[in-house]
């Protein structure tokens, strides 16, 4: 097959971990040094880089908190010159919807959902929400009992914005309290596709029961 030496080139990475986050910084200096070609590259990854991710993960101290994709595209398109592209979300198609935030948090809602009456939407959705994010969950899975969130005792350390989006969340649809409003919710900003559309996933289980997420957690 032919391939013109000028064509213009797309490039999609999917996901910005420990193998994409390697392998990202080469693609930009492949497309600074070709002279030929006009290049882009674009980087698609939801997740938020945490302190755990140092260790082997393309990233420091100051980039904990931040979206992955736009960490490492807004490093490298500006060392070498190249526009800035990245999408701050999972890649997921029509036919196969994203549920989840990922199979982690697959496994913990799994997990934690497992001996809950299925009749306590309530619950189930505190449960998907603050088993979204892993610090948070750790903060709060301790104080879930007879069918309850102990909201009052639980601390959160060291969570990021986003996990105290969740667990606001989470409280509201619970109790009934009101710390995030329906133009918080409209703002992109303060509430990112993903998160949003978690929050969306939690509500229709509150309203709906698991249905709304065609999940048995009873099998």
């Avoid at 010159?81 to 935030?101: L, Q, R, V």
């Avoid at 809602?109 to 750790?138: G, I």
Wanted: with cysteine; proline share 3%.
């Amino acid at each position: 097959m032919r391939y013109s030496a000028t064509a213009p080139v797309k490039i999609i990475v999917l996901g910005a971990g420990g193998t994409g986050g390697y392998l990202i910084p080469h693609l930009y200096r492949i497309a600074f040094s070709d002279e030929n070609r006009d290049y882009r590259i674009i980087i698609c990854d939801g997740d938020i880089v945490e302190r755990k991710n140092l260790i082997r993960q393309n990233f420091i101290e100051q980039d904990i908190g931040r979206n992955k994709a736009s960490v490492l595209a807004e490093r490298y398109a500006g060392a070498f010159g190249i526009e800035c592209e990245y999408i701050p979300e999972y890649i997921e198609s029509e036919e196969n919807p994203m549920t989840y935030i990922n199979e982690k948090h697959r496994t913990r809602f799994t997990l934690a959902a497992k001996n809950v009456h299925r009749e306590n939407y309530a619950l189930l959705s505190a449960l998907y929400l603050l088993t979204a994010d892993p610090r948070l969950w750790s903060c709060c899975k301790h104080h879930i009992n007879n069918g309850c969130v102990f909201f009052e005792n639980i601390r959160l350390n060291n969570c990021t914005e986003r996990a105290y989006t969740l667990y606001c969340a989470a409280k509201d649809l619970t109790l009934g309290t009101k710390h995030i409003t329906v133009s918080d919710l409209s703002d992109a900003d303060l509430v990112p596709p993903m998160l949003f559309r978690t929050i969306c996933n939690a509500m229709a289980i509150r309203r709906f029961g698991l249905a709304a997420i065609k999940e048995n957690c009873h099998d």
